[in-house]
Structures are given as C-alpha cells and as structure tokens.
C-alpha cells in the first residue's frame, strides 16, 4: 500500500486563527471520521465479536428469541475438525481455486503484455471488452454458463460432441464441476486482471525492456525474464484477491445446477465452505455450528492469503539471480545513456 | 349441498374444454350455483361481515409454493370479496420453506403461508409462530378433513392447529403408453397394473425388459423412486412417538434395497428430478415410466403438453403410499388473522378441494368426496380418458400417513443423495449407507 | 565486444524497434500487414470474443424458442422471440419491482458512501488530529475483513432485532459507509486537493466544512465518480446479503434475487431465464458504455496506487 502521503497538512491550527476556528478545527476531523467508525462498531465489531459468542453455543435459529442457545463451549470447533463435509468443502474450494487463479493469472499477463504496446489500434475496444465480464452480476454468469455447460444441450457439450469427444456430466463430475465454476471465475476477472497488470507494465521503465532487446533477448524472454518479476508485487497483490475471492465463492455452486443439486451436488462435489456456510444458518437453522464455520473460513483465507505471501518470498529469495540479471540489465542500459550523451 | 355437485361437472367440462371462457349460456348457471354456495358458507360460519362490500379494504400476503396452482380460486375470492386483495408470492419448494422458517424466526411472515408435509412437524413444534386456527372457527370444519391431517398440523397437547390440510399425495404409476407398445409390452392400463402390482421386484422385471428392447431408461431418477417406495409405510424416519429411526426401520432398508436393485439393472433414466433434463424427458422419451402422486398430474400436464394422450396411469406396486401434499396456515404476524382464515377456508373447502383436484390433479384431503359421482367419474383425457378419479380416490383409502419428525427434508435429502452416488458410481451401496447414516448424524446432531 | 561497443553497433544500424516506438510519424499501414507481425491482434480478438460471448449467446437463446435451442446442432443465431421471452420474463417475478429497488439500494449506498468517504477522507489527508495514522491504519484493516461472510449470522439477528429483515434499509445501512470508500477518498484527496488552495479557502474565513464543500469537493469530481461508479455496480452485483436478509420478501428482491428465483423457478424455460437474464444486464451496460473510459482508468490507477 503505497500511500500518497501529505507531510505539510495546510491546516495546522495556528495562533492567528480564532478561538473558534482552533476549537473547529480540531473537532471536526473526529466528526467527519465518525460516521464509518459507527457504522463499523454496530455493523462490524458487535457481529465479528458475536459471531465468537454464537459458536460457542448450539443455537437454532429458534433460539435467537428466546434470549440464546445453549453454551457448550468449543464443542462446534471439535465438530468442525470432524466433519467430512466440511473438508470436502475445504477442498473443494481450494480445488476450484487452483483452476481459476494459475490461468487467470498467465492469461491476463499475455494479455497484458499484448496491450501494452503504443502502436496498438484500439486499444480502447480491447480494454473495455475485456472488463465487460467484470461489472457482470454472478448471478447472471452462472445462469449463463450453467447454460452453456448444459448436460445434453449446452453448446460446451455439442461442441465436444462435434469434434469427437464425450459430452461431460459437469454436475455430477466433482473435477469437472470445479472446472466449470472455475471458467466462471476466469471469465470474470481475467480481463480485470490484465488492466491492473498494464498499469504495472506502463510504469516500467521503457530502458530495462529496452536494454533487454539490445541485449537480444526476444520477447518471450523479455516478458518472462524482466517484465513478471518486476510485477510480482502486483501479481502478489492480484494473487491474494484472487485467493480471498475464491474463499468467497457462493452464488456459483449455489445456481449451478437450479431444481436439483443446493446442497453443492449429490456428493457434495461442488460444494464450497461459503455455501456450507450458509446451507447451516439458513437452510438447517444451526447458527451456532455456522458461526464456527464463519470463523473456521477467515482462518483458512487468512493461511491461504499468508502461504501467497511465503511462497512469493521464497520465490524472491530463490530467484535473487532474476533480479541480478536486472541489474545488469540497467547497468546495460545506463552505459548506453552515457555512450549516446 | 346436492346442486353444488350437479354443477361441478359443468365446471369441469368447461375447464377441460379449450378454455374456460366467458360463455355466457353455460357459465351463468355456474356462477349462480357458486354464488349461492358462497353464501351458504358465511351463513354457516356465523363471520359474515368479513365478506361485507362495505367492510375495511384489506390486503393479505400469501406464500406459496411453485406448483399449488391457487391462482384461480384466489382470483374468485377477490371477486365474490371486494374489499380483499391477495398478494401471491409463489418460490421454489425448497426456497419457499428457508425463507418462511427465517422470516418466521425473525417475528415475521406473511399472512397465509403453504407448508409441505416434509416440515409439517417442525413447524408444528413451533406452533407459537402460528396463529390458533381453533381461535377462528377451524373447529368447525375440521370434520371434513382427513384425522391424520388434521393430526399433522397440532401442538401435542391437540388445542393448537396451526394449518388446514390442502392435498393429500396418493400414488399411481404414470407411464407413456406409446412408448411401452414400441417395446412390446401391453398397453392397457389394467394389464400394466397386473404385471407390477404384486412387488416392486416385478415392476424392477419389467423395466429390464424395456430397457433391454428400447435401450432407452424405464423409470425417471433414483430419487422419485425412493420416494414412491419409501411412503408406503408409516415407520420410516421417525416411530409413532417422533423418535427417529431411519438407521433401524426395515421399511427404510427395504426401500433402499428396492432402489439399488433398479440401479444394478439399469433400468434408471439418470436425469435428476426437477432438472431441465427431466422435465424434457417427459416429452422426449428419455424415460417411461414416473412415480406419479396426485399432484404430479398437473405438473405433467404443465410441463410436456405435447404429449396428451400418451399417458396412463397403472397402480403403484405393493399399493398405497402418500407424497407430498401441505397445509395453509396464518403466521402469528399476521394482523388480520381472521380475513386470512377466512380465505383459508375457501380456498380448502371441500368443493374447491375438488376443483383443484379436477383442474390441478391435487387429491382432496376431504374423505366424504372420495365415493362422489364426481370423483367417481371423474377421467383426465390428458393420461388417455385414465379413471384416474377412481384410480386415486381407491388409493387414499389405502394412505398410510408417514410419522413425520423434525429434520424430515433434510434426512430424505441424505438418503436420496446417498443413492445418487450409487447411481453416479461414486460409491459402492454397501459404502452410501454407511456415508448416509453418518451424515445424517453429523450433519443434523441426530 | 564490450557492451557499450554492442550498443553502438546497434544505434549504427538504424533505428532499433524502440525508436520507432518514440518516433510520431510511425504508419504501420504503410507496411504490407502479415500474420507473423500482427499475431497479437488474432490472440486479442479471441480474447474479445470469448469475453462478449456470452452475452451474445444470452441474446441468442432469449430470442429463440426452447426447443430451437434444445436441439443437435442448436441455432446459434439471433430468432424473433426475445420480446415475447422477455415479457414473459417480467411477469414470471416482479422484475420492475426488483430493479427499482437495486436502483434505489445502489443509488442510495452510493450518494451515501461517497459522502461519507470523501468527508472521511478529507479528515485523513489534510487534517492533523491525533489518532490519525492509527486510524487510518485501522480503516485500511477493516478492509482485509470479510465482513459480509464473517458477520452474517449476527447482522441478520440484528436486522431481525431492529425489525428489518426483508426490508430495503437491511441491505442499505450497513454499506452507508465503507473502508474502502475512506480509503479511497483519501488518496483521491491527498493527490488531487492542494494545500495552497485550502490555506487560501482558510484566508478567505472558511471552517473545515466551507473548505469541504468549496475546495474539495469540486477538487475531487472525477476520483468521486470512479469510488461512486464502483460502489454502484458492487451493490448491484451484491448477493449473499440480500439473498438471506430480503429473500422472504418478494416485495424487496434486488434483481439478482429475482433472477435467482427466476432460474430456481423456471430452470427448464431457458429461453424465459436467459431472456430475463440479459434484460437485467442493460441498465449496467448502458453504464459501463457511457462510463468505461472512466471505469478501465479506475481499475488501472487503482492497481498502481494499490
């Protein structure tokens, strides 16, 4: 977070200023801060905190008028440990995870390497086709794509139908289920993904790019061996969205198969934590094992989210090389400068 | 009473007829009977400022699920009450319940809500959240209905009715006629009753023999399956005293048997339930065969009207049997639990009961109609002039009510996800059952 | 060849790819097009493809009929029906209904959350109180939170305390105000309100809220309609909250509500759903086409000052 910071705040109460405008001046910060501060402390701290309370209970739904459930201390977190739906869940997850954020984020690097090129026409239509997906409801996609993943009639199948291969069960299939949310998911934040990285790229400076051509390197090269490093702060930053994303998923497994399948399929094949989640609280009433689940699901985002964060430190670690061959790169480049001044 | 059934059929012809329009030759006489009908009620009930023309306007809220067809009868309502309106709100089964027990929980909830049979006894245990039906007269008319209904819908203590009964899910085999003849078994309705009626072994028999000559799938899914054979039998998930007993009951074992049978011979259509494929495959062929409660007449019809004349209805093997059907009951919300009552009433009286039935295929849950003319004679030309009056009327003397216990949804949606793995080859039977009891008691804490 | 030597070589031979790049008068047309040197274009235009087709494929299946589309091979052009599928769309739930109200939640939360953050925001940027930095800090962490997963169960037994579950305001209040908006307001106003301007707005006699409304506010324009364009589009899109707070009430369904009961309801009328499904989209279309220059500009400066 690189925030743009204001050293020299021009409103320095000052001895010159009236007593009323002094006494203002430092009122009214805390009165235009409190609006979202209240807001959170009903809508944020009181929930986050009672949702602890909550778990610690077995609390229907029911129970909520007559004053609480009953306390049983940490008894829904040993359930949780226990409960193999919810480890399918969990893997589940983390199983559509890995399908959506790998090619989302090799794709919108391509197409953002492609993009970034001035003598590019149009650039606007390409730019703006591939947001479209974005502002697009989850609703809507999954009806659609639930369409196009149709058993007998959606055109996924016809079309595999057509060039020789079986048509796929995508409902009851478990991997072919998470491929098919998975597809939701890219569709969606592929083309998202590539603006944020054209803007990293923009602010490249051109002589490191261009010191790798002079030193032959192709573009492939180029784009591999300069370009992704120098955005990994920005891959780290899409990656970790994209992981607590997908942490998220719920309207995608809950209408991907309308009529049939609420539960995330018959053998829970694409049922997500969120959904399990939400399948306790409002369809089995059981608050109180939902709350642990709740808390059960910031935990794994937040590992999820820390283990992104290893794992690219480990990689910056491993590949000091990478940055040396930069460096050299820039030493290249410099020597140019002064070669052509 | 007596000229109300003479006008029924009258009704009926019209409504089977391309449309029930505005003749006016016929209608009038229809009008009149209904009209005088109407009054009648009122009288007898002793509320008749509630139909007033100059009472208080009001307007009630009512939840429904898709499929209970209540819009005519509400419509008529309306026009014989002027100062009500009816706001019908009508969600998926499934959805309908989730929101009902979370608006319920929060205090809220409209002012007529449909519960299913499946969570009948939930919402009975929290009869608080209900308006006392005895409160507003439902004393007086619950006579009419079947016991095990009315039973259904109490407190334990038996002073609190949180619902009137609308259906009740009488079992028939709805079969494709045209289809069986390709396949060289016989046609006729009779002699297709004869080849399964005595086992569920001979119906699973005749269905290889489809399959073999057709290659095509005989019964629909796993699941309606499971429910046809599983709601023969009282003792299924829960004993007479609501404990539950889903992992002991020999008739939920048995059921569980019968549908792995028709799995291992693969006579099973493979298109899941309420999915697009099935309601395709009921024009297209993909299945022959459908467990067909009452009330999935109407569903038929809705869903493959192209294929009037192609069905039948044969008897359910090893007889009786009872899915689905609902109550109409008045949230304690509500702030005009008497006009809701009222409404109530109509729509569940016995003459509308009948017209349901007629019009939608849902049975009546009023046994004096079981033996009426009307009844009696009552064929649908949709499933090929089929008695099918005759056909259900016999089959509720026969109804078995289920013991109903809490979770009930959720426990029958276990055990049909377990044999959807079977069928998917996800698991062997022998590891479903064991998954099913476990999760049952997991996932419920039973 | 030592490096430098390499370079010059390199300058000596003519202008290097990256010359051109600078160079104005630069017509590709003036070259004779090839596959090996615009196969970048191809790659794009299947990207393209791919990212529009689904909406056209939305039109085509909510202009023909079922059994057009449920066929080997199916029709995969535009038919005559999308009026009739798109009428019976809008009667199959209260579709009017529900976009008024996702107008009127989305319009509210976003006059509101712009506000409120813009207000917010001034106070962080250009304001010296204690507390501030930690605040801040403290408002950058609410954002790491879901909160809408994490507190669901509560907030609905909230609602359900205040009496509004299955109302509007359930989905309204809580998104008044949000993190994300302060934050992003204050960036806004730290790059884009000058201190010169303020001290001369605190010359001319303006407390903090004359300088709010005269300095900042017209100062901030176009930073404020990107925050605004994405709360609106957030709150349209929003789903998991309404579903469990408005979903009794069909009176106050957002459409994404509507839809989902629309294809819960009507899951083998593809020609309805889809229909319905593509009317639900204009209103954002019909934004994003008069807003997208704006709208990609947010996502990138976002990304950078992320």
């Known amino acids: 977070m690189a925030a743009v910071q204001s050293d020299d705040p021009g409103l320095t109460p000052r001895s010159t200023m009236s007593w009323w405008f002094r006494r203002e001046a430092r009122i009214a910060p805390y009165l235009y801060i409190s609006p979202f501060f209240l807001l959170f402390l009903v809508f944020g701290v009181f929930t986050v905190a009672f949702t602890a309370w909550v778990s610690l209970h077995d609390w229907h739904i029911f129970d909520t008028a007559a004053g609480g459930g009953t306390f049983v201390g940490l008894d829904n977190y040993a359930r949780l440990l226990n409960d193999a739906r919810f480890w399918r869940s969990a893997t589940n997850t983390f199983s559509i995870l890995l399908m959506s954020t790998i090619p989302q984020m090799l794709l919108a690097l391509v197409l953002a390497e492609l993009l970034n090129d001035r003598r590019l026409r149009g650039p606007h239509i390409f730019r703006s086709g591939l947001l479209i997906p974005n502002i697009t409801s989850v609703v809507a996609i999954t009806i659609v794509f639930q369409s196009l993943f149709g058993r007998h009639y959606g055109l996924i199948n016809v079309a595999l139908d057509f060039i020789g291969l079986d048509m796929v069960n995508w409902t009851s299939s478990r991997i072919g289920s998470h491929f098919a949310i998975a597809t939701m998911v890219n569709w969606q934040w592929t083309g998202y993904n590539t603006l944020i990285f054209l803007a990293a790229m923009q602010s490249i400076p051109s002589d490191l790019i261009e010191a790798a051509r002079v030193d032959g390197a192709g573009r492939i090269k180029r784009w591999w061996k300069i370009t992704v490093p120098l955005l990994r702060p920005t891959i780290l930053f899409a990656t970790v969205l994209s992981v607590i994303g997908n942490f998220q998923l719920f309207a995608q497994p809950l209408l991907f198969a309308p009529g049939v399948g609420s539960m995330g399929g018959n053998d829970q094949q694409f049922l997500t934590i969120l959904l399990y989640l939400y399948n306790m609280a409002f369809r089995q009433f059981q608050f109180g094992y939902a709350s642990a689940i709740a808390w059960m699901l910031v935990l794994l985002t937040a590992v999820a989210a820390l283990m992104v964060y290893a794992g690219v430190g480990y990689l910056n670690r491993r590949e000091n090389r990478s940055a040396l061959e930069v460096e050299r790169m820039r030493e290249r480049a410099n020597a140019r400068q002064e070669a052509g001044a | ?446 | 060849m030592t490096n430098v030597d390499a370079v010059k070589a390199q300058s000596a031979a003519g202008p290097t790819p990256g010359n051109e790049r600078q160079a104005p008068t630069f017509k590709p047309n003036k070259r004779r097009f090839s596959w090996a040197n615009n196969w970048h274009y191809l790659v794009l235009t299947v990207a393209l493809f791919i990212s529009v087709f689904p909406f056209y494929w939305m039109f085509v299946v909510g202009s023909n009929t079922n059994a057009d589309v449920a066929q080997v091979p199916p029709r995969i052009t535009p038919g005559p029906n999308f009026i009739e599928n798109a009428t019976n769309a809008m009667n199959a739930v209260p579709f009017l209904r529900s976009l008024l109200n996702t107008f009127i939640v989305a319009g509210t939360v976003t006059v509101s959350a712009v506000f409120f953050g813009t207000l917010a925001g001034f106070a962080f940027a250009k304001m010296q109180f204690r507390g501030n930095k930690a605040l801040m800090a403290f408002v950058i962490a609410t954002m790491m939170i879901p909160l809408q997963q994490l507190g669901l169960i509560p907030l609905y037994m909230l609602m359900d305390r205040f009496g509004w579950v299955g109302q509007l305001r359930a989905v309204i209040v809580p998104a008044l105000v949000t993190g994300f908006a302060v934050f992003w307001m204050r960036q806004v106003i730290a790059t884009s309100v000058h201190d010169e301007l303020l001290e001369a707005g605190r010359v001319d006699g303006c407390a903090t809220f004359g300088l709010f409304r005269h300095v900042v506010i017209p100062s901030v324009r176009s930073g404020a309609a990107v925050l605004g364009m994405f709360t609106f589009l957030f709150m349209w899109n929003d789903f998991l909250w309404p579903l469990v707070v408005l979903g009794g009430n069909q009176d106050a369904h957002t459409i994404q509500i509507a839809l989902r009961n629309m294809s819960q309801t009507y899951y083998a009328d593809y020609a309805l759903v889809l229909a319905g499904t593509f009317m639900s989209l204009i209103p954002l279309i019909i934004v994003f086409v008069i807003f997208a220059r704006q709208m990609i500009a947010g996502v990138m400066e976002g990304a950078v000052k992320g």
């Not at chain 2, 016989?186 to 269905?207: C, K, Q, Y």
């Not at chain 2, 022959?288 to 019809?301: C, E, F, H, R």
């Not at chain 2, 009930?408 to 059952?433: H, K």
């Open chain 2, 1 to 446: 009473m007596r000229i109300k059934w003479l006008a029924a059929p009258l009704a009926l012809a019209l409504v089977l007829g391309a449309c029930a329009g505005d003749d006016n030759g016929t209608t009038d006489e229809e009008v009149e009977t209904e009209d005088a009908a109407e009054t009648d009620d009122d009288g007898d009930d002793g509320d008749g400022e509630a139909a007033d023309a100059d009472a208080e306007p009001v307007t009630l809220s009512m939840w429904v699920f898709t499929g209970m067809n209540l819009d005519d009868l509400v419509g008529q309502y309306e026009e014989e009450n002027p100062h009500v309106t009816v706001e019908i709100q009508s969600t998926e089964h499934g959805d309908h319940h989730d929101a009902l027990f979370t608006e319920l929980a929060a205090g809220g909830g409209p002012d007529i809500a449909a519960i299913e049979v499946a969570f009948i006894n939930e919402m009975a245990e929290q009869y608080q959240m209900w308006h006392n039906l005895y409160d507003y007269g439902a004393a007086d008319i619950e006579g009419d209905y079947l016991d095990w209904k009315i039973e259904q819908a109490q407190n334990v203590e038996g002073d609190h009715l949180i619902g009137i009964p609308t259906d009740i899910g009488g079992m028939a085999m709805a079969y494709r006629w045209d289809l069986f003849e390709e396949a060289g078994l016989p046609t006729d309705r009779d002699e297709v009753s004869d080849l399964w009626v005595d086992s569920w072994e001979d119906f699973i028999e005749v269905g290889t023999e489809y399959t073999e000559a057709t290659g095509r799938g005989f019964v629909d899914n796993e699941a309606n399956l499971w429910n046809a054979v599983v709601n023969q039998d009282p003792n299924t998930f829960f004993d007479a005293d609501g404990n539950p007993i889903y992992d002991e009951s020999e008739h939920v074992q048995y059921a569980w048997d019968v549908v792995i049978d028709a799995i291992e011979s693969d006579i099973i259509a493979e298109v899941p339930a309420w999915s697009a494929e099935w309601e395709a495959g009921m024009s297209d062929g993909s299945f022959a065969v459908l467990t067909a409660p009452a009330w999935m007449m109407g569903y038929i019809m809705d869903v493959a009207p192209d294929t009037e004349g192609n069905w039948d209805l044969a008897e359910v093997p090893e007889a009786g049997g009872n899915w689905g059907g609902s109550h109409l009951g008045v949230p304690a919300a509500s702030d005009n639990p008497e006009e809701a009552y009222a409404l109530i009433e109509f729509l569940l009286s016995p003459e509308n009961q009948q017209y349901q039935f007629t019009e939608y295929g849902q049975f009546p849950s009023v046994p004096e109609l079981f033996d009426s003319e009307e009844i009696q004679s009552f064929e649908s030309e949709f499933f090929n002039n089929a008695p099918v009056g005759p056909i259900y009327a016999d089959n509720a003397e026969r109804v078995v009510a289920q013991n109903t216990g809490p979770n009930y949804n959720a426990i029958d949606t276990e055990f049909g996800d377990g044999l959807g793995r079977v069928l998917d080859g996800n698991e062997s039977p022998e590891e479903a059952w064991e998954s099913v009891l476990n999760n049952i008691s997991s996932q419920l804490g039973m």
